[in-house]
């Protein structure tokens, strides 16, 4: 695998409350990306709280299993981080209401695994075309599978940052889980909504085609969303599949 991340405040926002971190454990490449939200101080701790939390239970149930089981090392690794900001928001009036959006995967040799809570997203690319493999846990979301509004609509809709399900949010969260073959030549997106809400999935498609390094693609992507005026932090984590493994 050929990796990189990268983050951004933006021109607009004074403070990042994205988070991200990859790694290797066990064989694969471990990645996860949060966007905070709950004020300054609030965005900011729940994003770096969950992904610590994150990172710390699924290596530790990676390398216990020794990559066995990723789905269920993931699915708990999210509740871990829900109940560490739920319970420092509960304690603590200056942190109150603070939560944040996950969405994480683990690619071990031919499966990709992914977890998601909120509207930050997963994305599969390939020369066939470009998969939103999550689902986004939000009001525009809910208008677009009740027939209300298109997702050609939802993607300027003014409540499009409302988000249903959150990590921190309630005492206990469901994530949704998917998992994706492999295949030789596919390029893998995690994001924050700063990105997908001022990039369109055609453009992430084209750049992550035409970058030959997952470092080059990151850079191109959070250029584009800067010069398209993105008023959000953006963050990015590309992973692209190559012959001979991590």
Not at 51 to 63: H, M, P
Not at 114 to 127: C, I
Not at 228 to 233: A, E, I, K, L
Request: net charge negative; proline share 2%; with cysteine.
């Amino acid at each position: 695998m050929n990796y990189f991340g990268l983050s951004d405040k933006g021109q607009y926002r004074t403070e990042n409350q994205d988070c991200f971190e990859i790694l290797t454990v066990s064989g694969g490449v471990l990645a996860v990306v949060c966007d905070g939200m709950g004020g300054v101080a609030g965005g900011n701790m729940a994003s770096e709280m969950a992904v610590t939390r994150f990172v710390a239970f699924a290596r530790a149930a990676l390398e216990a299993s020794d990559g066995d089981d990723p789905a269920d090392a993931l699915r708990q690794a999210a509740d871990a981080a829900n109940r560490k900001v739920f319970r420092c928001a509960e304690l603590s009036e200056e942190y109150a209401g603070m939560g944040t959006t996950l969405v994480a995967g683990y690619w071990q040799g031919d499966t990709a695994f992914f977890v998601n809570v909120g509207d930050s997203r997963a994305y599969r690319m390939a020369k066939d075309g470009i998969v939103q493999v999550t689902r986004d846990h939000s009001l525009v979301q809910q208008m677009i599978d009740q027939g209300e509004i298109t997702p050609a609509q939802g993607r300027h809709h003014p409540r499009r940052n409302i988000i249903t399900r959150a990590i921190g949010g309630e005492r206990f969260v469901t994530c949704d889980e998917f998992s994706v073959p492999i295949r030789e030549g596919d390029r893998f997106l995690l994001c924050s909504d700063g990105l997908t809400n001022s990039v369109e999935d055609a453009e992430l498609h084209r750049v992550l085609l035409a970058e030959d390094s997952a470092e080059g693609a990151c850079r191109k992507l959070v250029q584009e969303a800067m010069e398209n005026g993105s008023r959000d932090n953006v963050t990015a984590v590309v992973i692209y599949a190559v012959k001979g493994g991590a």
